[in-house]
């Protein structure tokens, strides 16, 4: 796709993102080049989150305008585990992605998306059921947080080898403001299930 060019793109211009990680900046300009949206996924790195004063996301905020298409946002991802059996663990995960919703709504984005953080390496029989009863308890708040924001939340497959237990999770929330984000990347990589298995999995 050449916006230069005048070629037709292979995808709608409203569907595509370019992501815009540590350095945002190229990304954002080549956003504006062609018409495209935007995925933040620069406050996704634990540093430049803890340096998110408001004043850094009002600077990103401006560096957004005259963005043609969408505005997402990566959340962060690093060391997080919102499942956690510890209370401290899933304390600091909270307040991670709490505070990445209050910046996903100050940039008008659209979404604000985590990972599951499933770990099929994990063969306990146990570990399915407190997964998805841990996972139940901890969303709440943070979708209520997301819709007072004006955004949604995605939840991305990582290494999940199986859509089943992203699937259970989407069905029991039950909510439009909570949705699932298909990586084909990641399915790739680390389920034995194709892409259209996901697909028709999580719908």
Same mark, same amino acid.
């Given at each position: 796709?050449?916006?230069?060019?005048?070629?037709?793109?292979?995808?709608?211009?409203?569907?595509?993102?370019?992501?815009?990680?540590?350095?945002?900046?190229?990304?954002?300009?080549?956003?504006?080049?062609?018409?495209?949206?935007? #995925?933040?996924?620069?406050?996704? &790195? $634990?540093?430049?989150?803890? =340096? %998110?004063?408001?004043?850094? !996301? +009002?600077?990103?905020?401006?560096?957004?305008?005259?963005?043609?298409?969408?505005?997402?946002?990566?959340?962060?991802?690093?060391?997080?585990?919102?499942?956690?059996?510890?209370?401290?663990?899933?304390?600091?995960?909270?307040?991670?992605?709490?505070?990445?919703?209050?910046?996903?709504?100050?940039?008008?984005?659209?979404?604000?998306?985590?990972?599951?953080?499933?770990?099929?390496?994990?063969?306990?029989?146990?570990?399915?059921?407190?997964?998805? #009863?841990?996972?139940?308890?901890? &969303? $709440?708040?943070?979708?209520? =947080? %997301?819709?007072?924001?004006? !955004? +949604?939340?995605?939840?991305?497959?990582?290494?999940?080898?199986?859509?089943?237990?992203?699937?259970?999770?989407?069905?029991?929330?039950?909510?439009?403001?909570?949705?699932?984000?298909?990586?084909?990347?990641?399915?790739?990589?680390?389920?034995?299930?194709?892409?259209?298995?996901?697909?028709?999995?999580?719908?």
């Amino acid at each position: 796709m050449s916006g230069a060019s005048g070629k037709t793109p292979r995808l709608p211009r409203e569907r595509l993102l370019v992501a815009a990680g540590r350095r945002p900046g190229p990304a954002i300009a080549v956003a504006k080049d062609y018409g495209i949206g935007v #995925e933040v996924q620069t406050f996704a &790195w $634990p540093d430049l989150l803890d =340096a %998110a004063t408001s004043r850094a !996301v +009002r600077a990103m905020a401006k560096r957004l305008e005259g963005v043609g298409g969408r505005i997402g946002m990566h959340g962060p991802f690093i060391d997080t585990l919102h499942f956690s059996l510890d209370a401290e663990i899933q304390r600091v995960s909270r307040g991670r992605y709490l505070r990445a919703v209050e910046i996903a709504g100050d940039l008008g984005a659209e979404y604000v998306l985590f990972h599951s953080q499933y770990n099929p390496l994990i063969r306990l029989k146990t570990y399915a059921d407190l997964y998805h #009863e841990r996972s139940i308890a901890f &969303w $709440p708040e943070i979708i209520q =947080a %997301a819709e007072a924001a004006g !955004v +949604r939340v995605y939840i991305e497959n990582m290494f999940d080898d199986s859509p089943e237990p992203l699937r259970r999770l989407l069905h029991a929330m039950n909510s439009p403001c909570f949705r699932a984000c298909l990586d084909p990347a990641h399915v790739v990589l680390h389920s034995e299930a194709d892409c259209q298995a996901w697909i028709l999995a999580l719908g």
